[in-house]
């Protein structure tokens, strides 16, 4: 039985992920930031699925409390073999009104948090000559987004690391891929009007806007022997919103 963490799968795309993991059979490391509830339950309801499960508290954006992330989980459930960062913030606004400190939190989290992250599933992965990493990018990472410039770069940053790690890693056999999601409705689309959701529903070729579902089944597949010659890739899940 392998063993995935999901990063941020307290809600939204990254509980969809684990859910979606724990299906395919896979034991699956719930971690949260701040929603320790739905964490909880979202393993409880992994667990009745018939595999193991197990919620582990770190902020991503914190070195330290990834590395303890990581010793907890392999003591728990094993060495990671399938690594899913998937926790983000985003940021709207004026790249002008935007503070120091709103632009560090953002990279923290979302570039600096794929890097940590990485950096300790990779330990156990080369050891094991085996493993897959897939990172939960965004379409404006791939063409950028008016008042989304923060994360868009973060983004952007995240596509330039997988792109770069799957080279550096392909010959000790592990594989890195991102997912890139076009609108997907969760709390992160909150900050949107009614009005600004239709208008991206409009413009999305498919005129639909994405589940968290859509993500985890991208998610899935790439993690699977199915994808065992695809690396580096970006995988656009959007409805051909960016083509
Ligand atoms: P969401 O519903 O807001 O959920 C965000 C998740 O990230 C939560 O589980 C949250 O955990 C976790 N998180 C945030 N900061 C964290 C930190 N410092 N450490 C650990 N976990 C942290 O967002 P979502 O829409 O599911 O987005 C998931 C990913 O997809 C993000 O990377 C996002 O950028 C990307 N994405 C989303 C969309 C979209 O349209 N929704 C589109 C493109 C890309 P807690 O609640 O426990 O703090």
């Known amino acids: 039985m392998s063993t995935v963490l999901v990063t941020g799968a307290s809600r939204g795309i990254g509980a969809a ?12 490391a719930v971690n949260y930031c701040h929603s320790k509830d739905s964490a909880i339950a979202l393993t409880e309801e992994i667990k009745a699925l018939g595999v193991r499960a197990f919620a582990v508290c770190a902020d991503v954006s914190d ?15 094993g060495a990671v073999e399938v690594l899913v960062n998937n926790a983000g913030i985003s940021h709207a606004g004026l790249l002008t009104d935007m503070t120091d400190d709103e632009w560090k939190r953002l990279m923290d989290t979302d570039l600096s948090g794929t890097f940590y992250c990485c950096r300790e599933g990779l330990r156990d992965m080369l050891r094991a000559h085996s493993g897959v990493i897939v990172n ?3 379409m404006w990472g791939e063409v950028g987004a008016s008042c989304e410039a923060a994360y ?15 080279k550096e890693v392909g010959l000790s056999g592990v594989r890195v891929n991102a997912v890139s ?26 005129n639909t806007l994405g589940t968290p579902e859509d993500i985890a089944q991208a998610a899935v597949f790439l993690a699977s022997d199915k994808a065992r010659f695809i690396t580096g890739q970006v995988l656009s899940v959007n409805g051909g919103f960016v083509i």
């Not at 992920?17 to 034991?27: E, P, Q, S, T, V």
Request: proline letters at 3%; glycine letters at 8%; aromatic letters at 6%.
């Open 63 to 77: 070195s330290a409390q990834v590395k303890a992330m990581f010793e907890a989980v392999r003591a728990e459930l």
């Open 152 to 166: 868009s770069a973060a983004k952007a940053g995240v596509i330039g690391l997988t792109k770069a790690l799957a």
């Open 136 to 138: 939960i990018a965004s």
């Open 181 to 206: 999601p076009g609108v997907i409705m969760t709390d992160m689309m909150a900050q949107y009007s009614d009005d600004d959701i239709a208008a991206l529903k409009d413009e999305t070729p498919l």
């Open 17 to 28: 992920c684990a859910l979606g993991f724990a299906k395919a059979g896979y034991d699956v």
